[in-house]
């Protein structure tokens, strides 16, 4: 291999993802993960309404996790909560696909603001069902790993950002 | 003299530099929006030290046997499966069933039965004492006063030491109640009774049965009712539900 083709190799392993991997494939990760959130908070939030009961398919006990106190903070369901997260995440996902590079890393690190505070919120929603309700709703605990999943995909992008040109020693 | 150190020279290769200030900046503002919300939380589902005491109790006249409220030969009989954390179950106990009582209970039109559904976990404890209370024919003053206090503070309404504090508050025999709640007396009746109401397909709470009594008393769930109401519907729906059912008892 000659010199120059061995420099221009090292060259791209230096490089951190390209911008295509974290401006496309990124947001459309976190913009599916977002879909099946929706889906999972919109179903709870869908049964709080509308008085139904909730199908646990035999998966932990739904209802004493749905109809208990801490299924709600003051008039808000938690389910409406999460599902506005959810819908607020897609929409930067959305915007952030749609503008690529233009505004910079400030929707990748918006995305994991919110994912952060989603999947603490989710850890301590879980704390409770463990320890305080003594049940499992298992669509709250989907929801939680979907969190998590946002998190941890929008986690590996925000430690590639930066890029700039950086003085190396030789 | 120790030799020079090769000259340092620039070279194009591109490093990554994380901008770690925004991150934490982002970061610590994220978990304070959590911090927040679940200290607001805490703060909405509140918590109170003070017994409540629903004012009906007190002028109550209907019989109490277990956890039936009435006369047992009253023509309709509704058959109510609940759940102690269930905010619509408190607000149908507090808001709703004291009108049906007074309209249709005191005149001995209807009797009213109370079953447990999905009675596990913190709520375990609260569904024996209510059938603590139900040995001393107090079952149904009891179970308004959990209700009643789940409404003020959902967090501790149900800890042991407040289950043995309503019935000092509602004056029953402390010694009597406290034995059969320390003994679980009623543990393993609560968890059959409300397994069977989830094998037969019994989800949600609250969920009403109406019937005639005389169809009612010999079905076990699912009933042969005349009206079924899921969730805690209006009094006037209540209302037109038990009219129709005594017009067929008449």
């Not at chain 1, 459309?28 to 993960?33: A, F, K």
């Not at chain 1, 409406?80 to 233009?102: E, Q």
């Amino acid at each position: 291999m000659s010199e120059a083709a061995r420099d221009a190799r090292v060259e791209v392993e230096d490089e951190r993802p390209s911008s295509g991997w974290r401006s496309f494939r990124l947001p459309l990760l976190v913009l599916l993960l977002t879909l099946a959130g929706i889906g999972a908070s919109g179903y709870l939030t869908y049964t709080y309404w509308f008085d139904k009961s909730v199908a646990c398919a035999g998966l932990g006990s739904c209802s004493v996790v749905s109809e208990s106190s801490y299924s709600h903070m003051g008039p808000i369901p938690v389910a409406v909560l999460g599902l506005l997260g959810y819908v607020a995440i897609f929409a930067v996902a959305a915007f952030w696909l749609r503008v690529g590079d233009r505004w910079g890393d400030w929707p990748l690190l918006l995305i994991w603001g919110m994912a952060l505070g989603g999947a603490a919120y989710s850890a301590y929603l879980t704390y409770l069902e463990l320890f305080v309700i003594d049940a499992v709703c298992i669509w709250c605990v989907t929801s939680a790993v979907i969190m998590l999943g946002i998190l941890l995909v929008s986690t590996a992008g925000v430690l590639t950002m930066g890029g700039q040109e950086e003085e190396e020693d030789e | 003299m120790q030799p020079r150190r090769p000259r340092k020279k620039r070279s194009a290769a591109k490093r990554a530099r994380t901008p770690w200030v925004p991150i934490i900046i982002v970061g610590i503002g994220a978990i304070a929006v959590v911090v927040a919300v679940v200290l607001g939380s805490a703060a909405l589902r509140g918590g109170s030290s003070e017994v409540v005491i629903p004012a009906g109790i007190a002028e109550r006249t209907a019989r109490q046997q277990g956890p039936v409220l009435g006369e047992e030969d009253a023509p309709v009989t509704i058959v109510e499966y609940f759940s102690f954390n269930c905010p619509h179950c408190a607000d149908f106990a507090l808001d709703t069933a004291p009108r049906i009582e007074k309209e249709f209970i005191d005149n001995k039109s209807v009797r009213f039965e109370a079953r447990p559904l999905a009675a596990e976990g913190k709520i375990l404890a609260a569904s024996e004492a209510v059938e603590c209370a139900g040995d001393q024919s107090r079952y149904w003053d009891y179970h308004d006063v959990l209700f009643a206090n789940f409404d003020q503070d959902p967090e501790g309404a149900y800890k042991s030491g407040r289950l043995k504090e309503y019935a000092e508050k509602l004056g029953l025999n402390t010694e009597s109640f406290n034995s059969c709640l320390d003994s679980h007396k009623y543990q393993q009746t609560v968890i059959d009774e409300s397994k069977a109401a989830a094998q037969a397909g019994l989800q949600s709470t609250p969920i009403f049965f109406i019937g005639l009594t005389k169809d009612m008393k010999a079905e076990t769930v699912p009933y042969a009712s005349e009206k079924t109401i899921i969730g805690a519907d209006t009094y006037e729906v209540f209302k037109a539900a038990i009219e129709e059912v005594l017009k067929k008892a008449q």
